[in-house]
């Protein structure tokens, strides 16, 4: 299998060169060992983000084992394009042996079926997108397992601008994921407790949030027991343009607005604007939103994931937590 970005020392053996000339050539900092016997160009290497080199290890660990590894959890998540928070340390791989084989050499392995829910996406095999989406259900914190089932749930184009390969997806591989499909695999489920969990994230996860930093926003919002608000409430402006809200609460003639440092810095969620026009743009939306007598507020990803800031954002909108004070 090729991957054109890894020199392997196997094949500098196979050609009759000296393996230990790559290893030379990582301690003078021109190459960057990937995994063992695997090594990439310094500059390259520099070009890509954590989640790229994490697919990159996975690459490495394809080329250097005689039995394709099965990628699971985060891992296998990362390259369906799933809502993953953050990179795993350790390449997830799923194995028949009951005893879960051994975890090392930045490897995470647990015990799983290897016959049947795995699929072929692209160079590499991977736990099928719906086994995935509920595996880490049952597995992640609350609000990271939210996000993992809305982004598998929802609806977009697909296909067009994504390489099956790429591990930098900005949305899912493929169609959304059937909500009878993701059932059937909470079903399937002999534990319990990892059954109530899981179930409880799929009836309470959506197809209508459009990002992780929604689907973590809405968790806490859940957790800290605020109302339930309306999802992508669309208004005409009076300029006639139309402005969609990640959150509306209509009783309030309040909406709620995440704002991820993507939109500003990303130049395809940008629309090519300049990231000054692009925050001017988002200025005069709101300002359009305030003069049909609606009430913003904002908060960011920092704000989010501290509870009592979050609260307070909330509270100053004029939402009220139905918990017990």
């Not at 719906?130 to 609806?155: G, P, Q, Y």
């Not at 109302?227 to 992508?232: C, D, K, R």
Request: aromatic content about 8%; glycine content about 8%; some cysteine.
């Amino acid at each position: 299998m090729a991957f054109p970005e890894l020199l392997l020392a196997s094949d500098a053996t196979r050609i009759g060169q000296d393996a230990r000339q790559l290893a030379k050539r990582a301690m003078r900092g021109e190459l960057v060992r990937v995994r063992r016997g695997t090594y990439v160009r310094s500059a390259y290497w520099a070009e890509l983000n954590n989640r790229q080199r994490h697919g990159l290890q996975a690459a490495a660990l394809v080329n250097t084992t005689r039995t394709a590894p099965i990628f699971n959890l985060q891992t296998a998540a990362l390259l369906w394009g799933l809502g993953v928070v953050g990179v795993p340390k350790h390449l997830c791989t799923v194995t028949a042996d009951p005893t879960g084989g051994r975890s090392k050499h930045g490897i995470r392995r647990s015990f799983g079926a290897c016959d049947t829910g795995v699929v072929q996406l692209g160079a590499f095999r991977v736990t099928d997108k719906v086994r995935t989406t509920m595996e880490l259900a049952a597995a992640l914190n609350f609000a990271e397992a939210l996000a993992i089932v809305d982004s598998s749930r929802r609806t977009q184009r697909w296909g067009d601008a994504l390489e099956v390969d790429d591990w930098n997806k900005d949305r899912a591989w493929g169609p959304p994921s059937d909500v009878d499909e993701l059932g059937d695999a909470v079903s399937a489920f002999t534990s319990q407790s990892r059954k109530r969990r899981a179930g409880t994230i799929l009836e309470l996860s959506t197809d209508k949030s459009e990002s992780v930093g929604e689907s973590m926003s809405r968790a806490q919002m859940i957790l800290l027991n605020f109302p339930t608000p309306s999802l992508q409430g669309s208004f005409t402006l009076r300029t006639g343009r139309t402005a969609r809200t990640d959150f509306w609460w209509p009783e309030l003639d309040l909406v709620g607005e995440f704002d991820g440092y993507g939109k500003y810095l990303r130049n395809k969620l940008r629309g090519n604007l300049t990231i000054q026009q692009a925050v001017m743009a988002e200025k005069a939306r709101e300002n359009g939103l305030r003069a049909l007598g609606l009430t913003v507020i904002r908060w960011d990803w920092s704000d989010m994931m501290n509870p009592r800031m979050f609260a307070r954002i909330l509270n100053d909108g004029g939402l009220r937590s139905l918990r017990v004070a």
